[in-house]
């Protein structure tokens, strides 16, 4: 609901996650990215600065409702800075692992919320002339789908350089007080009867789909899902209340395996990541010692509830739905079925509308209740999930920045509370990347994910992969006989001869039989059969 032309006021469901971060645990999402070649940072500078009319949102701060009451409003920062979110540095080594480090290192920093919550990092220094963007912004800012948006706004779909603007970034001015403080509880009153109603409303077209969908498959489908949704959670190794720092690492696998495992086995493209998922969990767990027969991994999938027209909206626009899942199952095709089936059976029971409505109810609590309950929450030894895995499609082709292609792009998701180790998954330019983010208590050898996804997606590509077709046998050459000449008879009486050289012989033979000699070689060469 926008309040003022400089005021836009979060959802409820971006103020849980501001309301929910807590000093030394960040709520940020972000990405690291290469790029071909040294990209210089003051024309890196003027290119964000020309970028930032597209999305004035990024020129705005969170400022707290009047007296606490209502939601949060976005308006803009008085005192802009770009150089507050754009900065520069360089790599010691020039390493794959310095990069990381650095990742984990900013993605665990907690952001200034005196200012518009994001940042852009330029790495230099990488070996192989590359340069590495560093990518971060507040949870309550955008989800994974917006962040991809953005991303599509600061880099470009042709290696041509574009045009820089000469005209300088203006910022609006903020509102004054008062107009701040009429509008902030005119607004607040007005967000709280908008959100009872949109609850209501939700509940109506839940009770409305399933009259349509037979009231008893309904109330089954239903019975079966509460249990789904409120089953306690057995903890893993890496299920303890997080402390930081954190560390980052990445791997990638070609998206044109995940989809030729897809159409092998009749699945989706998400079941076949969340079954690689679950079965690098498992070795990692196995690694460590650990009994994995009869155990489960509960894992926390966000669901994009956007429609087909809005899929670059700002802010949060998702659901949460758990899906709990065998890990102890080691065949790959199995596995891939387990999670099949149960991902299609959340589907048909609604299970992201169901926890969205839920959601909604929560969100009707007033927000000082919301901002005051958020950090005790998130330090509180309670595990819902045992991780996050979220998987966002990017672009299928190669994006440039000042026309320096991106090679490879690895996202981001937050850790905190117990679930100390979490996924996210990006597809981008024809490759599918996972960004591993853990505390470095909790899972202080987390470079091993990057082994043990690759080992667990070779694993399943070979399990799926029809059998090559069976080779022709291949036809014997008939056995070559000698043509019998027969012998002419000797004539009664020969005439005397005048005797022929040897050479004029062999000259002889080869002029006249060699061309019989060379048909007969072509006439029996082998022939390839395919």
Known sequence: MKTHENGERLSWGDSVFLNLEREGMPLNVGSVSLLEGKIPFQAYLRFVESKLPQIPRYLKRVVSAPLNIGLPIWDYDPEFDLRNHVREVMLKNGTDRDLKAIAGKLFGKVMDRRHPLWDLTLVQGLKGDRTGLIFRMHHCLADGIAGVGLMNVLMDASPATPPLPRKKLRVPPPRDAATAL????????????????????????????????????????????????????????????????????????????????????????????????????????????????????????????????????????????PVTLPLDIRSPKRLLAAVHKKTEFLKRAHAAEFVSLVGGLIGIFPGPMQALAGPMISQVPFTPFNMVCTSVPGPQFPLYLLGHKMLHWYPYVPIGGEMAVNCAILSYNGMVYFGFSGDVHAAPDLWRLEKFVKQSFVELRDATRPPAPRKKAERKKPARTKKRVSKPAEPAATPARTPIPLTAVRSSFESTAAPEATEAKEKFRPQLIA
């Open 182 to 321: 009429v509008e902030g509880l005119a607004g607040s009153y007005s967000d709280l009867i908008n959100r009872i109603l949109s609850a209501w409303s939700g509940a109506l077209n839940m009770a409305e789909g399933t009259m349509a969908t037979g009231g008893h498959l309904a109330a089954e489908e239903l019975s079966r899902l509460l249990p789904e949704l409120t089953t306690t959670t057995e903890r893993l190794r890496f299920n303890v209340i997080y402390r930081g720092p954190q560390k980052f690492a990445w791997a990638e696998i070609p998206l044109a395996d995940v989809k030729a495992i897809r159409h092998a086995s009749g699945s989706s493209v998400n079941d076949v990541l969340l079954a690689l998922v679950t079965a690098t969990i498992r070795r990692y767990s196995e690694h460590h010692g650990d009994q994995v027969k009869g155990r489960l991994i509960r894992i926390m999938v966000p669901v994009n509830l956007r429609g087909s027209d809005n899929r670059e909206n700002s802010g949060n626009h998702i659901s949460l739905v």
